[in-house]
């Protein structure tokens, strides 16, 4: 409350003043107040020592520069410094545009850079065609005065960024942007979050009282970076919980990356990038990744690939690089080597400005990262390219209001498509940085908005000051969640499990093994990512369990949706029985398609990891087509399945196959879907 009755009463001296001239801090420009000069002084001494040693010390400079332009508020110096400060506070920025103005009014010679602050200021305030007048103005002293091309260059770029937020603004993206309120953020600043594919789980990083140790950073001024989780019950966030040790330190730990399934989860400390797993309810401690993505330089962001064999971070090394910070990837390669190699994205993805906030969608396709470079509004912009043809496209800007002429960072996508997160220190958020989630709303009908201003206005509160058409219907991403739980069928125990993913219409493990998850060992939770476009083999897997089988033929065309289930594995015990679901038959005959191989070959290693085993193959059909034909059908079905098995080496003593044709149906053969459960081939423990 002080700064601002200083500020008012400075303004209202400013105000008074009628082409008031440049007044210096000298004794002789105040005769007859000499104790309140010498007062001013010192806060002016006090002010510029602060002011010295940059950015993180401006808000204290602040103070005291008040003080002193409430006594003297004719200083050219002064009151452009009063700008900068402001400039570079954190939720303050545009508030000292009528010191600038003032400055420059007193003299306009005051700082080379006058006409380039005020633009930045107006930028910031969406005041496009008044930057635009600052910066050129900036710019043509450059080219007066022979400065550097580098710096005329960094004018056309500002410029260039008002022009893109004039167009953007006119025409903004249709969604709703909500604050995530007071439950989830705080007075304090949060950033980063991070959340499973399905938005059940959502970890964050926040500089809160609650932080591990209750330390300060003696650099900031504020608490130690410390990672929160928060989960979604009912569409309600709960109230967010320190992840505690060993995740968290007494020093900064903060997010980076979380995979599909909320099982692996990437932290930041000390430039690098570790890795922690969730082992029942407790995270390990957090490991570095390799040298291959650590270097002697700063990496500071982190995305997993659905499949977990892709890696997408930002670093700043500088082999290599297009400049400042950069998009790399690098590829698994396996449990003894870790990450191989890192690659740079290239110069579609990567400019010679900075990238950062790196994040690939669940679909396997679409990246979405902030960048300084391509069209921005100002500071960083998400931008999304998406990989077409072995190539990613030229990225695009997500839109106005996601965008503003600040800094957008650490945006994370749904699997869904319809729900995005990130980080912004918008005017009107609860504390300096606040977590939004934005809906979006696709482009099929036209948003008519009252004004822009209504999307500009608090954040705080869910940005539905829009008058839109009734809801359509909006286009989602193109991949589906399969998840649930993994128990004992006996028991209804949760069980660690390991869920292997194939692609069917590869003929190898080596090449069609597309990705594989854990089931947690304390709830028996899993949740795996399925892009669309393919035949998908899943095994369920646990030592001393058959293995359980499903089948997902996904069209390339397919939307969104969740695939929930309890998979209950059988033990492996004389009687159990388990549906061989990726055994693939054409119609009306036994030939094995080729389809069916990585599921043989699952059948296969069961038996040679078990030696004394033996089963019973049989085979089962619909009741469409005569007994007889049915009957004769299912047993050179089974028999096929027993022959493949033989070329590989289990003997004959080990198994024999039955045909069961319409006898033993599991489900109701007066629908298509009963009548596919009911062709099937099955596998039974006759032996141990």
Known sequence: MKRYLLLIGAWLLASIAVKAQNVAFEKSNFPDRKSEFKEAVKNLENGLELYANGAWKMDEALELFLLAQAFNPNNANLNFKIGMCYLNSKDEKTSGIGYFEHALELDPKVSPEIHYRIGQVYQLSGKWDKAVDHYQTYRNQLKASNSSLSKIEWADKVIAECEMGKQLADDPARVFIDNLGGVVNSKFPEYSPVITTDESMMMFTSRRATTTGGEVDEFTNEFYEDIYYTEKVNDTWTNPKNLGKPVNTKYHDATVGLSPDGQQLLTFMDGDINSSYLKGLNWSKPKKLNKNINSEHHESSASLSFDGQTLYFISERPQGSFGGRDIWFSEWINEKTGWGPAKNMGANINTRFDEESVFIHPDGKTLYFSSKGHSTMGGYDIFKSVLENGRWSAPENIGHPINTPGDELSFVMAASGEHGYYASSALGGLGQRDLYLIT??????????????????????????????????????????????????????????????????????????????????????????????????????????????????????????????????????????????????????????????IELTNVYELMKDNPTLKVEISGHTDN?????????????????????????????????????????????????????????????????
Request: charge should be negative.
């Open 624 to 688: 469409v087509g005569s007994n007889n034909a049915n009957q004769s059908l299912s047993e050179l079905r089974a028999q096929a399945v027993v022959n493949y098995l033989l070329e590989l080496g289990i003997t004959t003593d080990r198994m024999s196959f039955k045909g069961y044709g319409e006898t033993a149906p599991i489900a109701t053969n007066d629908t298509e879907e009963g009548r596919q459960e009911n062709r099937r081939t099955e596998f039974k423990v006759l032996a141990k």
């Open 440 to 597: 979006f709303l696709g482009p099929e009908k036209q948003v008519m908005l009252n004004t822009e201003d209504n999307l500009l206005a608090s954040r705080a509160e869910p940005v539905r000051e829009v008058v839109i058409e009734p809801t359509v219907e909006v286009s989602t991403a193109k991949v589906t969640i399969f998840k649930g739980i993994v128990t004992d069928a006996a028991t209804g125990e949760p069980i660690e499990a390991r869920i292997e993913v194939y692609d069917n219409a590869q003929t190898t493990r080596e090449l069609a093994g597309i990705a594989s998850a854990a089931s947690n060992s304390t709830s028996g939770k899993f949740l795996v990512p399925l892009p669309s476009g393919k035949n998908y083999g899943i095994a369920v897997k646990a030592p001393g369990y058959l293995f359980h089988s499903e089948n997902f033929i996904i069209p390339e065309s397919a939307a969104y949706k969740e695939v929930v289930k309890t998979i209950q594995l059988q033990r492996l015990e004389v009687g159990k029985a388990i549906v061989l679901k990726n055994i693939f038959f054409d119609s009306g005959k036994s030939d094995l398609r080729p389809e069916s191989t």
